[in-house]
């Protein structure tokens, strides 16, 4: 018997105030919005797939997204995809629910990113990107999730305390990656790499720099189902690039311009000192 495909559930935190919540249907995408001050729900629907049909943006959820935020009349400031797992604490949200009576329908590998007191700020689908931003400049990087209590970030491995505090040191904040909401993006990759990458009508053209603004590669990819961020994530991921750090470079000074390589490196201290703090918590 052929298993049976799951039907996509994202998040996704808008303006900084908002959460929305998406699930895939028999007949489309359902939604429902929450107020993140009041945790009530604000807003609920269903956008019909025949609705999709003449949107032109193409991954679904993103599609969706975009007829649910014209739907209710919402601006987009800022959008950042985050894990269902936000959703806990909103009671209508039925999230808190299946956690105690359906786990299995939940994900088991998102990361927690925490304060140094051990609030809980947001938590991340497994494998996404975190934005830092130092007090001169912004960079983002992949996370992957070891266990509840540490991730990789990069090339590093951090307890989410340790890493906390770390930034705070460092006099850093950091925060889900931003949603493209262009259709254009550019990052320096790491010290000796630029990727450019424009949306297309059929998926996403890319170019590959070297630190001297040689072509390395380019190319097109044939996908409509993926997001500029995830498209991004495949290229990287192709030529062993996806643990670099991330600079946003002006995609308008590609090729003529290549930002300057970072400095600052994060590094991880010991251990030891944390391994209390999750036995007790």
Known sequence: MNELKQNQEVAYLLNGDMLLHQTETQD????????????????????????????????????????????????????????????????????????????????????????????????????????????????????????????????NTFHICEFAERMEQLGATFQPEPELLTRQGAWQIGKDHVLSMEAT??????TLFDRHLQIVTSGQMNTTSHSMQEAREAILDGYNLNYRVLKPVPFEQIPTQMVQPTQEELRPASPARYKKQDMER
Not at 201 to 206: D, K
Request: charged share 20%; with cysteine; hydrophobic share 35%.
């Open 201 to 206: 009508e059929t998926g996403v053209s890319y």
């Open 28 to 155: 489309g995408v359902s939604y429902a919005l929450f107020d993140c001050l009041t945790r009530q729900k604000t807003e609920s629907g269903l956008i019909l797939w025949n609705d999709m049909l003449e949107n032109p943006i193409h991954p679904m959820m993103a599609c969706a997204r975009d007829c649910i935020t014209k739907e209710i009349g919402l601006e987009l400031r800022s959008v950042h995809k985050v894990s269902v797992m936000m959703l806990e604490p909103f009671r209508e949200s039925g999230i808190h629910a299946r956690s105690l009576w359906k786990p299995d329908t939940l994900p088991q590998n998102d990361i927690r990113f925490i304060n140094s007191n051990y609030e809980t700020l947001f938590y991340l689908p497994n494998g996404s990107y975190i934005q830092i931003d130092f007090p001169k400049e912004s960079r983002i990087q992949q996370c992957v999730f070891l266990d509840p209590y540490h991730t990789n970030i990069g090339q």
